[in-house]
């Protein structure tokens, strides 16, 4: 019975098990409600207008649609839900697709129940934490790009990073907390949607001054 | 040079050729037998080298070089076999003039000037001269022809006043008789012409005296006195038509109805010789050597010249065996069958009749000798004759009355007295008794043909027909000397003190001398006209007089014994008879005779002029035999046969004929040639008449031909040919074409053999990204399965026990734990797969091949202590130096993250550290440092060995040879270092 404040969670996962699995997981929150789990995209784009999920925890690697093509056509049909990829490593060139392709951050599949919901919890709050490898590709999706939505402390952050350097050091050395770090990765995660429309601009940008 | 035409001048008599008053002047005579085209002669020229241009009434034009005549006709290129005249102009082309045009000759081409067909005057041209620079030419009827610079300005224009007469006088001046009796003299820069002031009857002919113009008529001899424009009458004491005067002898060739006489008239005693009769004279000239040329008109050309012999005796003296001059200069004669002959006083008395009656054995003489003591003995068939003066008779001795033999074949003399040489052995004689000496007494035959004794060895020498034997001390020795096997000694004679002069029958003549051995052979190599030496004699100044079948050779010899005179005498020189013999030559200071076959001949000795003889020249060069120009490869051309400068051959022109000549009308036979390629023949070629040589594929290369000749005296003269040429190298031999063609073999072999490497590296190269990009397939692929079947099934294991964990919490005391404690069992549960997960995650991580960077390597650790240490609050930081991608080995990766994740384990666990680092940085000889610090509490590093997890670490270092260095302090902290150099490897078979 899912109660009016609980955030409505789609699963879609093609290993029944685990799909099963992470339903009960989510369940057994009290902040989280399944609404539907299902093993393709396909099936989840089609029951979206029914199901109306507000948090969609999406497996990468699927049969039929993938999860960054799915990820692109949820957000396109509902951009208010918030898609969190499943993966096995986190930093992965694939996770980065999908972050561009609209998911708001990562989880791993080696998380127990406490670490998935907490997980969730701190998703919808803020950003996962971003690897250097992940930090890298964003830095250089953004630099051929002259109008970059970042801002330029985003943009510190995501160089720190992909320098190899700790949250311990970032914020030492940008006087700020961790926390705060992670909020700017958030952001850094959502502005990355914005990509395909900055890069038209560019693109435009760019003739027109040829 | 001086020429004078003579007009046809008729002179009937007959053409016996007489013997001049002078002895020694002679005439030769030369018909087409000789090589003459036609025996009309009509002109006469002498060039610069020496040829005589002969031109004829119908056969062409010859040039005669002493030997030959080279004939040039209309096949040549002249316009016509008629010649009129011949001159050379002062660019040296001959022109030749025909009765209806000319043809210019410049040595190698003709060219024809062909009067006009329709010309008004075409009647015959018969004058040429030149005035200036250009070419006059008369023709009959008022008619002249100019030729300048090749062009004809006018064919036959007529002038107003008849020519009658044209002469060139003694300094080229060309002097014109008119036929209104005006004298016209021309010269290059004026001209003169007068009227003479005294009525003439007309000229007959012009001739050059000295320095004068004369011209006779029925009146007289005139001389043309130009200065004054008058003419003079001349004393004159002939009646003579002068034809020349020779300036040289003061001679003057005239002609009268009688023949050709040579008269003398200037000083008191007049003096005529008839020198040729009933011949028709065209021309005299006097060549530069002092022969006298005489052109005529039906009987050929004469040559009438000094000789250098003259025959002496009668003709009836003929086979000229011995000779001896007597004390009282009367000369003995021995013939070979008409007995002893004694001239004096211009008397020739034979002794022929007195010996007869000794079956004509006495009249063989052998040889005629004169004692020291004064007295004459002759030798002969029948005995050894001794001369009474007083009665004019002779004592005969015979093999009764002791002589060895009845031949007395030579007689020698010594301090003691006389030696006899018999047909049966040798014989002294000391005036009472006689002594022989045989083959008994150790001669090696007893026939005998010389006899010398050196008086400077004391040394009697004895020729047989095998060899000579010494005799001295009363013993007879072989005189061995190689160059004499196995022929007859004829004559001995001492050369220069001790050495012997030997002739002999086969080897040419040999100088041997037996205190030193020194020795030299003389033959036809060397020059001789013969090898079969009837005797070789030394005169007053050591001039070897030596004569054969063919002649006699005059030799001088330098200290050495090489020869650098040689003359050769023979019938061209007034020895008709040519063929010497053995015992009849004397050679006296003032005098020399020698016996030949058919008369005694004198030298003569007052003869010797010193002439410059002509130049040594080339007269041709050619390719192939001239089948192709040697003049192509050349820019200029030199001397009247235009000849190529230093030509430039090309190397399949390298077949050369070099023809050369010393033009010499006196002695051509005696002119001997050498010559010496440079750069090609090893040494001078032997003395030879031949002037041609060929030479057939020389190398390329430059070259000097170089030749050498005798002079008029015989000895080698200063007169040289050094004719420079190249053959040229075939511009695949030249250096710059080796050089190049090395380069570039050289080029194409490196080039070759670099595509060869480069294409063994290229596929090394390729098969080295085929095998990587298979292996990164494989691995790849690894990795996704690993990705999905692991990481799936784990997925499921941790979702499990987190699904126990919550059923299990319903029972739970609502903080997590159960209450049989199999929550503590589920945990380790999920912490062993995580932990596999994580070890999982961390094979498929260093099994992708885009992960095997530094770079990346670094980072994932960093990640994995970003991590881990947030879990506890430990500030972690990392610091990489190295910005660089650096490529690692494959595997390096795996080894180095499960080090630093052990250590990084152990520091979260054990440290209790505040503070955690990592560190990449560059260390010593390009090796690399990335090192994990903590300030913790440290641990006793000798327990290292005990802690397995340290253990693991140091074997997994060893794996990827590098080394790991610890340093732990207690409550200070822990270092590890790992240090690794990352070499060069050797791949694809080249070192990089």
């Known amino acids: 019975m899912a109660l009016p404040f609980k955030k409505r969670v789609m699963i879609v996962e093609d290993d029944q098990e685990i799909r099963n699995s992470f339903s009960l997981i989510v369940n057994s929150s009290q902040k989280f409600t399944v609404v539907n789990a299902v093993g393709s995209c396909e099936d989840a784009i089609s029951l979206l207008n029914r199901d109306k999920p507000e948090i969609v925890l999406m497996d990468i690697e699927l049969p039929g649609m993938n999860g960054i093509q799915g990820t692109k056509i949820i957000k396109d049909k509902s951009p208010h839900t918030d898609i969190i990829m499943v993966t096995v490593y986190e930093d992965s060139e694939l996770v980065f697709e999908a972050l561009k392709a609209g998911a708001s951050g990562y989880i791993t599949k080696s998380a127990n129940y406490m670490e998935l919901l907490s997980a969730l919890e701190e998703i919808v709050k803020g950003g996962a934490p971003m690897s250097s490898r992940i930090a890298r590709m964003v830095i250089d999706n953004f630099h051929v790009n002259p109008n970059s939505p970042l801002t330029k402390r985003e943009t510190e952050i995501l160089q720190l990073i992909s320098e190899g350097k700790t949250y311990t050091q970032i914020s030492e050395e940008l006087f700020i907390s961790k926390e705060t770090a992670k909020t700017h990765i958030k952001n850094i995660y959502s502005k990355l949607q914005v990509n395909s429309k900055s890069e038209a601009i560019a693109k435009a940008n760019l003739e027109k001054l040829i | ?992």
């Open chain 2, 1 to 992: 040079m001086t020429r004078v035409a003579f007009l046809v001048l008729a002179i009937s008599l007959s053409s016996t050729i007489l013997r001049a008053q002078d002895h020694f002047y002679s005439t030769r005579s030369y018909t087409v037998k000789n090589g003459l085209p036609q025996s009309q002669v009509s002109s006469l020229l002498e060039d610069k080298n020496g040829y005589l241009w002969v031109g004829t009434h119908g056969g062409g034009i010859a040039r005669f070089d002493g030997r030959d005549f080279k004939v040039y006709t209309t096949l040549d290129g002249l316009l016509n076999n008629q010649i009129a005249g011949i001159q050379m102009d002062r660019h040296d082309n001959l022109w030749i003039l025909h009765f209806r045009g000319l043809t210019k000759f410049d040595g190698r081409t003709f060219k024809k000037f062909e009067a006009p067909q329709n010309s008004p005057a075409t009647k015959q041209m018969w004058k040429m001269y030149e005035v200036g620079d250009t070419l006059f030419v008369l023709s009959v009827r008022n008619r002249v022809t100019k030729i300048h610079n090749d062009s004809v300005y006018y064919w036959e224009k007529n002038i107003e006043k008849e020519c009658r007469r044209v002469h060139i006088g003694p300094k080229g001046e060309v002097c014109f008789y008119l036929t209104d009796s005006t004298f016209m003299i021309t010269r290059a820069d004026r001209t003169i012409a007068f009227k003479p002031d005294i009525k003439l009857n007309g000229v007959y002919n012009f001739f050059n005296y000295k320095d004068e113009i004369l011209f006779r008529n029925k009146d007289g001899v005139f001389r043309l006195d130009t200065d004054n424009r008058r003419v003079v009458k001349k004393p004159w004491s002939t009646d003579n038509f002068v034809v020349y005067y020779d300036e040289k002898d003061e001679m003057f060739w005239t002609a009268n109805s009688k023949g050709l006489i040579k008269e003398n008239f200037t000083s008191n005693k007049v003096k005529a010789d008839t020198i040729l009769r009933e011949t028709e004279v065209s021309e005299v000239l006097r060549d530069s050597e002092g022969n006298i040329w005489i052109a005529t008109n039906g009987d050929g050309l004469y040559k009438y010249f000094v000789q250098d012999f003259r025959c002496v005796t009668p003709e009836n003296l003929r086979g000229v065996m011995a000779f001896e001059r007597d004390v009282d200069n009367t000369l003995w004669v021995g013939t070979m069958y008409k007995g002893l002959w004694r001239l004096k006083d211009g008397k020739a008395h034979s002794y022929f009749q007195e010996m007869k009656e000794k079956d004509g054995g006495r009249n063989s003489i052998n040889c005629i000798r004169v004692s020291p003591q004064g007295e004459l003995w002759v030798g002969t068939a029948y005995g050894l004759g001794r001369y009474n003066r007083a009665t004019d008779s002779f004592q005969w001795y015979m093999p009764d009355d002791g002589l060895a033999g009845a031949t007395v074949s030579c007689i020698e003399f010594d301090e003691g007295g006389m030696w006899l040489g018999t047909n049966n052995g040798l014989t002294f004689f000391d005036g009472q008794t006689f002594k022989n000496y045989t083959q008994k007494d150790g001669l090696n035959e007893n026939r005998i043909l010389s006899l010398h004794y050196s008086t400077s060895l004391k040394r009697l020498f004895v020729g047989t027909a095998t060899m000579i034997n010494a005799f001295q001390d009363g013993k007879f020795n072989n005189v061995h000397v190689s160059e004499l096997a196995n022929t007859a000694v004829l004559t001995m004679r001492t050369y220069k003190n001790s050495a012997l002069l030997i002739a002999t029958t086969g080897n040419g003549v040999v100088i041997f001398d037996p205190k030193t051995s020194k020795r030299k052979q003389i033959t036809t190599r060397e020059g001789l006209a013969s090898d079969f030496i009837y005797f070789a004699g030394v005169d007053e100044k050591d001039y070897l007089w030596i004569g054969s079948e063919k002649g006699i050779n005059k030799i001088l010899l330098d200290d050495n014994w090489e020869i650098v005179e040689n003359l050769h005498f023979n019938d061209d020189n007034g020895l008709t008879g040519v063929e010497t013999n053995q015992n009849a030559f004397y050679l006296g200071a003032k005098e020399k005779y020698f016996g030949l076959v058919d008369g005694l001949y004198e030298y003569n000795h007052a003869k010797d002029e010193n002439l410059t003889p002509f130049t040594l020249h080339l007269s041709d060069v050619q390719i192939l035999y001239g089948e192709y120009s040697s003049r192509e490869y050349s820019d200029s051309t030199f001397g009247f046969f235009r000849i190529p400068y230093r030509p430039h051959l090309p190397p399949d022109r390298n077949h050369i004929t070099f023809d050369f000549n010393r033009v010499d009308k006196r002695y051509s036979k005696s002119v001997k040639y050498k010559y010496l390629l440079d750069n090609f023949d090893a040494k001078w070629s032997q003395p030879s008449s031949v002037s041609s040589v060929t030479y057939s594929n020389l190398p390329p290369g430059d070259y000097a031909f170089r030749v050498m000749v005798t002079d008029n005296k015989g000895s080698w003269s200063q007169s040289k040919i050094e004719y420079p040429f190249t053959i040229r190298t075939p511009f695949y031999k030249t250096t710059s074409f080796v050089a190049g063609m090395f380069i570039l073999v050289g080029g194409i072999v490196t080039l070759i053999f670099y595509l060869r490497v480069k294409q063994r590296i290229d596929r090394a190269m390729v098969m080295e990204r085929i095998r990587q990009r298979e292996q990164e397939a494989v691995r790849k692929e690894i990795a996704r399965d690993f990705h999905d079947e692991m990481g799936n099934q784990l997925t499921r294991i941790i979702n499990y026990v987190s699904l126990l964990k919550l059923n299990g919490s319903v029972y739970s005391n609502g903080n997590g734990h159960a209450k049989n404690g199999s929550h503590d069992l589920y945990t380790k549960v999920e912490d062993s797969a995580k932990y596999l997960y994580a070890g999982t995650r961390d094979f498929i991580w260093s099994i992708d091949p885009m992960n095997d960077e530094l770079s990346k390597l670094f980072l994932y650790v960093r990640d994995f202590g970003e991590k881990l240490f947030e879990e506890k609050g430990i500030n972690f930081r990392a610091f990489n130096e190295v910005k660089e991608p650096i490529k690692l080995p494959y595997g390096f990766c795996r080894q180095a993250n499960l080090i630093f994740k052990e250590a990084m384990t152990n520091a979260f666990k054990y440290s209790q550290a505040k503070n955690v680092s990592l560190t990449l940085k560059r260390g010593d000889n390009e090796s690399f440092d990335l090192s994990l610090e903590d300030d913790g509490v440290g641990f006793y590093t000798g327990d290292i060995q005990k802690m397995n997890g340290l253990q693991n670490i140091r074997e997994r270092a060893d794996r990827i040879s590098a080394v790991l260095r610890i340093h732990s302090e207690k409550n200070v902290g822990t270092k590890i270092i790992l240090n690794f150099k990352l070499t060069k490897s050797f791949k694809y078979g080249v070192a990089f």
